[in-house]
């Protein structure tokens, strides 16, 4: 369950570049080629899922406080599949405007949240209002909220209750990707990345990803997850072994013996490269795995995914191709 999509802030500038000289530099180059649209869908990090190349950020969105009073403009006008948001956008005003506008849309649009900085974010801006009397209306509505001292941060208890309030302020079920907004240096990495894994398995989120955080938090963040999927796959090879030991067979015979007790199972396909792999295998049918050897055994492989031959590939790509749909370098470096 690695970090899928570290990201950074991009902002635009109107500025000239100068040399030490400080003399403008000029380039009169025109290309006329564009550089593409916005339904030339790209894979999203190191994911499968399909998004524009520009994604709406809806910081401003939310007509309460008076910062976003052309969101419902922009957001028609936008018209691709891709939101992004936080609970802590426009005093979380961004997120239940939002909702408004993709009420029965969701399964067509691709949504992402932020959590971690609200706590954070609400003593800021009260700090600063307090220096502007032309704000104090807004200042009396961040007075009204309660700081709980764990409103923020990147710990568990934090993670659960706002990505729980974002969803009832989307009005949505799951979020598609729930980023950890900034690293605040408080919580261990091995707690955060366990957090996002049971957001993951309980269904609130389908993907992860950060931003604002330092590369070395990222990067330690990834390990961490690469090294448990092998703890993992290494518990589920001895689970194997261990029913195959109970029964006094090789894992094999365990494994064909499972699938053979498998509902809508037929006549599984087996393989041998010798006369004795041959033996061996046809014995799978000479016991009977128990009703509890069979759950076991269905906890570890029923819900993978079977992965296709590597030579299916290149007849997938050219009968199923999307149009104006990029395929990622990396594919075309394997020769796919």
């Known amino acids: 369950m690695p970090l899928i999509v570290p990201t950074f802030c991009a902002y635009a500038f109107n500025s000239a570049y100068r040399t030490e000289k400080n003399e403008s530099i000029q380039d009169t180059t025109y290309i006329e080629e564009a550089l593409g649209a916005l339904d030339d869908y790209v894979l999203l990090g190191r994911s499968g899922l399909r998004v524009p190349p520009l ?13 976003g009073t052309s969101s419902k403009e922009v957001f028609d006008y936008y018209g691709g599949n891709f939101i992004d948001t936080s609970n802590n956008y426009n005093f979380v005003e961004s997120e239940r405007f939002l909702g408004k506008l993709i009420a029965e849309k969701h ?10 900085g609200i706590y954070v974010y609400f003593r800021f801006t009260m700090n ?37 309030e974002s969803l009832k302020r989307l009005g949505i079920g799951y979020v ?28 609130k989120a389908l993907y992860i990803a950060v931003s604002d955080s330092p590369s070395w938090m990222i990067s330690c963040a990834n390990t961490l997850a690469e090294l448990r999927a092998n703890n993992e796959k290494n518990w589920e090879i001895f689970e194997v072994i261990k029913i195959a030991a109970e029964v006094k067979k090789s894992p ?25 792999q041959i033996i061996e295998n046809l014995k799978s049918l000479e016991f009977k795995l128990t009703p509890e050897q069979m759950a076991r055994l269905d906890s570890i492989f029923q819900s993978k ?32």
């Not at 923020?152 to 659960?160: P, T």
């Not at 729930?178 to 091995?190: G, M, S, W």
């Not at 494994?255 to 037929?266: A, M």
């Open 305 to 336: 995914a079977i992965p296709f031959p590597n030579t299916m590939f290149p007849q997938i790509q050219n009968q199923w191709v999307v149009i104006k749909f990029k395929c990622p370098k990396i594919f075309n470096l394997l020769g796919i």
């Open 55 to 67: 994604c709406l950020g809806t910081e401003t969105f939310g007509e309460q406080l008076g910062i």
């Open 128 to 164: 600063s209002v307090r220096k502007e009397p032309g704000k104090r209306m807004l200042l009396h509505q961040c007075q009204t909220l309660d700081f709980a001292p764990n409103a923020g941060g990147n710990h568990r208890k934090s993670l659960v209750q706002s990505l729980d």
């Open 176 to 203: 598609d990707i729930l980023y950890v907004h900034a690293y605040a240096f408080r919580t261990p990495i091995e707690e955060i990345m366990r957090s996002l894994d049971d957001s993951l398995r309980s269904g």
């Open 107 to 116: 399964s067509q649009i691709v949504v992402d949240t932020k959590n971690s």
């Open 252 to 276: 094999a015979q365990a494994e064909f013996n499972w699938i053979l007790q498998k509902p809508g199972v037929t006549s599984p396909i087996i393989g041998a490269r010798t006369k004795d």
